[in-house]
Every structure is written in structure tokens, then in C-alpha cells.
């Protein structure tokens, strides 16, 4: 079937010229429909999804999504020109909705390693960040998807597990001493966690349209919708069961089910569009979800007491380790045939370059923010909104007239 339209535009770019209608055919319209959608999605995940996800610190909900609003805006434009330059179009630079997708997907990395320094560094200073990270982003985007040919399709390696060290390695470089025992504002109240749970709940729901907005349109496409469905799903099961284990008198806590519950979204990515069946989708999801809980829980005091890594929203929990255990995954299903034409090792050698490419390019970027040029804030003055924003202070004299016993 071919269908004509005059006087639109689709949604992947102009039908309608000054010599007459663009004939499209209806797999094309359908695809172009498709695709849009799944930007959509995405981008409501940079925006909202990493934005609220951030918001349970008490006193910094202002700079979590502003911030995070400042840092993805910036950023998808200079990726839009970094990933560009890797994939030139007869020399010039198009774009189009696959490219503007990946820029998405390049301020992810940016916005994961923020979590990491997250209410310890100003705004000058992760800008600074995120025109190093992005670039070095780029670079190994090229070597492991045209160089390598490696498949990550939904980026376990190359964005989450990229994103989380290369910010780890910023906060290790970054280290306070004076925050070693903790700070005032370094925690939630319940309406900050309340917001954050907003952010869970968005990135939940549009975490299929990120593993699956790259993959080749029709099966496989579809393929890799099901195995993180189905990897969210069981992730969930896990994240909850290991919380109320772990966790005084069988209660859960929010930091597990904000966080812990993405990661079989995080894990499933590298092999999301191969052939793992449900069952191997689901026990990916299983162990993610059990991972990050316990970092959660045992393996984030110990970075901080004992290694010097203050991470603040546990990057570490939810992207770096099921980053780790997807390109893992994604080595195991490629060598038991589960991708035509992979190679396991092409797989193990992606997973090492971004690592390699993450903690060295974190640590030298981490050299760079700490100049005194860049304005960091002073340990007393961390994880709270009011050195770079205006904040109404609301008047208490208000809430003693009903509650005489809270005090504020």
C-alpha cells in the first residue's frame, strides 16, 4: 500500500516539497509513528524519570530536577555534535529521530554520573562534566558498536555501566573529609522520598521503549520490549523480598524500592534483543533486584568508610553492578549462540573498554572540577538548595499555633 499526503510532515522528517507530495509506503509511516513515540518516551525518562528519581534529599529537590533539566538540555546538544562527528553523513552531520535518540542516550550517562556527586558540586562544575564525559562517551559508543561490533542494544554497558564509574571515580577524586560523618541534609523526609518515588515509577513504566529504541524495527524490536518487561518485572519480586529480609523487623525501605527495582531494566540491556526467553529475562531481573539491594544495604557504607566514595544516590547499586552483570549476561547468551553472528569476545572486550574508558576518564575529569575556579560549594553549605537558588522559607510561628510540639 502507498499512501500520499500533500501537505503534512511525518514525524521522522518532511513529506511534502515544493515539487509535489513524498510518496511513503505504510511500514515506513507505521515505523515513523513508532519511533516517535519511543523518543517520547525517552525523553520522558531523561527529564522526569532522572529528574524526580533524584528529589529525596530533603533541602536540594530544586537542584535535583533543575539541574538535572539544565544538564540534559546542554547535554543532548553536545552530544547531538559528538556522536555527529562519529557518524558523519557524506560529511555533514543529519539529523534525524535515531540521532536525536542517542543524544538522549549520551546525557543518560551524564545524568547517572550526577547521582554519584549529587548536592556536593556546583553547577559550573558539572557542566564541566558533562562536555568531557559526553565526549568520551562518544568515543567509546564508536569503538564498541562500529570498531568492536559488539551488541548493546540497551546500553548496560555503554551508558549505565559507563555513567556509574566514570562518576564514581569523579566522586573518589572528589572526596570530603569533612562529610565523612555524614551531613544534616544528606537524607529524605517523607514527602522527598514521596517525589522520588515519582521518578521510579516513570522510569519503570518507559524503561522497554529505552532497551528496545535502537533495536532493529519488527522481532527484534519487540523481542527486546518483552525480555525487560518481563526483567522489570521479576527485578521487583526480588528488590522487595531482599528488603524485608534485610531490613529491621521485616519492614521495607525506600531507598531499596526507588532504586533496587530499576536495576533489571539496567541488567537486561546488553542482551534485551536476544534470544534469552522468559525464563532467562526473568532470572536476569531476579538477580539484579538481589544485587542491588544488598549494595544497598552492606556495600555503600563500605565505598564510603573504606575507599573514599561518597556516593550520594548509590550509582554504584543500581548501574554500575547490574551494568556489570548485563554486559556479563550479555557475554554468556552471545556465546551460547542466543545472537546470530556475535562474538563473546568482541562482548567481553566492550564491557573492559567501557570501564577502562569510564574510571580513567572520571579520575581526569574529577582533577579538572576540583580546580578552585569552579566554584564548589563549602562542606557546610552541601545538599541544600539555597546557595543557588532562591527558597521561601515558610514562617513557623504558622505551625506552632496547631502542632506546639513539632519541632522546626
Known sequence: TKWTYPHIRSQCGALATKQGPVVVSAAELTSSRLMSAVFQDVHVMIFIGFGFLMTFL???GFSSVGV?????????QWGLLMQGIWHLDDGKIKINIFKIINADFSTATVLISFGAVLG??????????????????????????????????????????YGAYFGLAVARVLYRPGLRNGHENDGSVYHS????????????????????????PGITQLTAVINTYLSLAACV???YAISSLVEHRGKLDMVHIQNATLAGGVAVGTCADMNIEPFGAMLIGLLAGTISTLGFKFLTPILASNLGIQDTCGVHNLHGMPGILGGLAGIVAVALGKKEGGDAAMQAAALASSLGFALVGGAITGLIMKLP?????????????SIYWEVRIPVPHEYYLH???VKY
Open 403 to 405: 502542632f506546639p510540639t
Open 193 to 216: 522520598d514521596l517525589f522520588a518515588m515519582i521518578g521510579t515509577v516513570f522510569l519503570w513504566m518507559f524503561w522497554p521503549s529505552f532497551n528496545s529504541a535502537i533495536a532493529d
Open 68 to 76: 538535572n533539566l539544565l544538564l540534559a538540555a546542554f547535554g543532548l
Open 58 to 60: 530533603k533541602r536540594y
Open 373 to 385: 575556579v569552579w566554584g564548589q560549594p563549602p562542606d557546610q553549605n552541601c545538599f541544600d538548595d
Open 237 to 239: 519480586l526480588s528488590a
Open 120 to 161: 556536593k558540586t556546583s553547577p559550573l562544575q558539572l557542566l564541566i562534566m558533562t562536555v568531557l564525559e559526553i565526549a568520551i562517551f562518544s568515543i567509546n559508543e564508536h569503538l564498541v558498536a562500529n570498531v568492536l561490533g559488539a551488541n548493546d542494544v540497551g546500553a548496560s554497558m555503554i551508558i549505565h555501566a
